[in-house]
């Protein structure tokens, strides 16, 4: 019998005890594992001997750590230098294996941020999400795309900066619509000079500071001076613009707190359900509030999870100079290191008691709860939902997860497949997933084909894992399409031995879109009734399948409607683009140039002149 194997037969505190002893009494990281050599939680310790030695005992812990306890057969540990290494490494872990009794943030995406491109003779404005890079001016973050989009509006509005693609800058030879409404001041076109644009544009800066009070008093002066000079119609364009920052002011102010560089945190904890709440407050302006749903490790306590929440959440972010939150906690100077070493500056955590930081949190706490309840009556509401669902199609098993499948294309043109999921908690965007067709011989416009493909593409890479993670799949297929949609699907998932994963199909009738959809399903075919609720669940199920299969198409398409013929050209790089687009205006005049004209454009030399005209003229 192996040693493993053996371990098998062990209790869980008995085994933990058998490694205390060989254990080093510094910085480090453990994990526990199951029978299945599966890692049930991953833990960091300042002292591992310590740390592991609590757990020789199950008597005194709380139900769920005596649960993992009893159920580790395993444990598997990484000495580190500091203590700050080994909370590295433990938010790693967690993140690749996800163990069932860590906390766990699902949502763990970056934030939108306003973008000016500095770097550009005339800078653009535009929302932006993903890595920094040099010379680009960055405001944020914002809670969500919307208020980025609002900002950005405002921005225009009022300082009339662009944000349309150089593409499109350096090819306009008249201005464009933006610049008539009075947002945008049509650089593109010479409407405005560079230096006046450069004031314009760190107005913008200013204004994204927080320094409105600065900016109103220079748009009072102009509108001063504009009157004096009988300039009436300019002087109500500067009126206008102190009206609007002043109406953004009282918008945008949510306490008087004087906070200027601030995230506030707060939680709500229902049974084993947890809403931790975030409002982002910069250059004293409220910036937006997100909700977030960790997985709480089967019940952690709320200083666990707000713990492990700062650590993922600014694991990719860079954190805010003070810290609000609602529960003080057990390892804040560990924390508060960490997150000093992400900002590259001291960042402060508190934990108010009194005063009108103590008022604050309660909003941010309110917020989180209000969030929680409508997320559990949703839960409640789609798990009844599954339940008539599994009735009225017979099914004998429970339907955790649901997959629902569109595809989308102009004509066989940027043809794209999509899979959206969701559970009883509402839709699961993480595993959303778009099917780029690269196969030669599927024809782009045959939509059976389309679903063919797709479907075995998604379930080819899963069929191997399936058998140890059966949550890999789902309990119900949905595809938007009529009887040959559901014929080919069915042969799919018989050829891959998975037909006993059920599939329902939905057409949307002889007059579309009227609420007449029928469903097929196995032989049958069902009609619901126009009021029913599993009738609109699966409308809504299959809209937002369709909406984001158009979603993908139009940016596949857009991607490649952007595309020029200089891409196409050897040794030109997007610099040299850059400089031809701008001195010529348009890929056509470029291809009726000479030699002559290619050699006046800014880093052309005449063998890359050669090149561009061989090119244009083959």
Excluded: W
Excluded at 381 to 409: A, M, T, W
Excluded at 505 to 530: D, L, T
Excluded at 542 to 568: P, Q, V, W
């Amino acid at each position: 019998m192996t040693d493993f194997n053996l371990r098998k037969q062990i209790k869980g505190e008995k085994i933990i005890q058998s490694f205390v002893r060989t254990l080093a009494n510094q910085p480090g990281v453990y994990r526990m594992l199951d029978e299945n050599e599966k890692v049930l939680y991953v833990g960091k310790a300042k002292n591992l001997r310590k740390r592991v030695a609590n757990y020789t005992k199950i008597k005194g812990h709380p139900l769920r750590i005596a649960r993992m306890i009893s159920s580790t057969k395993d444990m598997v540990f990484v000495t580190t230098e500091t203590e700050l290494e080994a909370l590295l490494l433990e938010q790693n872990l967690i993140k690749k294996f996800q163990p069932p009794y860590n906390v766990l943030l699902k949502d763990d995406k970056s934030f939108p941020q306003i973008a000016i491109t500095k770097e550009k003779d005339f800078p653009q404005i535009v929302k932006y999400r993903g890595r920094k890079i040099d010379g680009v001016k960055y405001f944020g973050p914002y809670a969500s795309s919307a208020a980025v989009d609002n900002a950005v509006n405002y921005i225009q509005k009022i300082f009339q900066i662009r944000n349309c693609r150089d593409s499109i800058f350096y090819g306009r030879t008249r201005a464009c619509l933006l610049h008539f409404i009075q947002k945008c001041s049509a650089p593109c076109v010479g409407k405005i000079s560079e230096a006046d644009y450069e004031k314009s544009v760190e107005q913008a800066e200013n204004f994204l500071r927080g320094k409105h009070s600065i900016i109103k008093d220079n748009l009072k002066d102009y509108m001063i001076q504009s009157s004096e000079a009988l300039d009436y119609e300019r002087a109500a364009f500067y009126r206008d613009r102190i009206e609007l920052i002043a109406k953004i002011q009282s918008s945008q102010n949510i306490n008087n707190l004087n906070l200027k560089d601030a995230d506030v945190i707060g939680i709500c904890k229902i049974g084993n359900d947890t809403c931790i709440q975030v409002f982002f407050i910069r250059s004293y302006e409220n910036r937006g509030n997100h909700a977030f749903f960790p997985r709480t490790g089967n019940g952690a306590d709320e200083t666990e999870i707000i713990e492990h929440f700062l650590a993922q959440f600014y694991g990719n972010k860079v954190p805010a100079k003070q810290i609000l939150v609602s529960i003080s906690l057990r390892h804040k100077k560990l924390i508060q290191k960490f997150l000093s070493e992400k900002k590259k500056g001291l960042v402060e955590i508190k934990c108010p008691e009194r005063g009108r930081s103590k008022d604050l949190i309660r909003t941010v706490e309110a917020n989180a709860k209000e969030a929680l309840e409508r997320k559990l009556a949703l839960a409640a509401s789609q798990k009844s939902l599954f339940v008539e669902i599994e009735k009225q199609l017979g099914l004998n098993k429970k339907i955790e997860k649901i997959e629902v499948y569109d595809n989308s294309h102009i004509q066989g043109k940027f043809p794209v497949g999509c899979l959206v999921s969701l559970d009883q908690n509402g839709y699961r965007k993480s595993e959303y997933r778009k099917f780029n067709l690269r196969d030669e011989n599927i024809n782009s416009g045959d939509d059976l084909g389309i679903m063919k493909h797709v479907l075995q593409r998604r379930f080819n890479k899963t069929v191997e894992l399936s058998l140890e993670n059966p949550e890999n799949l789902p309990d119900l297929i949905v595809i938007d399409g009529g009887k040959n949609q559901l014929n080919i699907a069915e042969e799919v998932l018989n050829q891959l031995d998975l037909s006993k994963i059920p599939i329902i199909s939905i057409a949307k009738g002889i007059k579309r879109n009227s609420g007449n959809e029928e469903f097929y399903f196995r032989e049958r075919v069902i009609s619901f009734p126009k009021n029913s609720s599993i009738l609109f669940f699966f409308q809504r199920i299959r809209d937002e399948a369709h909406r984001f299969a158009i979603g993908t198409h139009r940016k596949k398409r857009s991607s490649s409607i952007n595309k020029s013929e200089l891409d196409n050209v050897f040794g030109i790089g997007p610099k040299k683009k850059k400089e031809l687009l701008q001195h010529f205006g348009s890929i056509r005049e470029i291809a009726k140039s000479s030699v002559k004209d290619l050699l006046m454009v800014k880093g052309i030399s005449k063998s890359s002149a050669e090149i561009i005209l061989n090119h244009f003229n083959s």
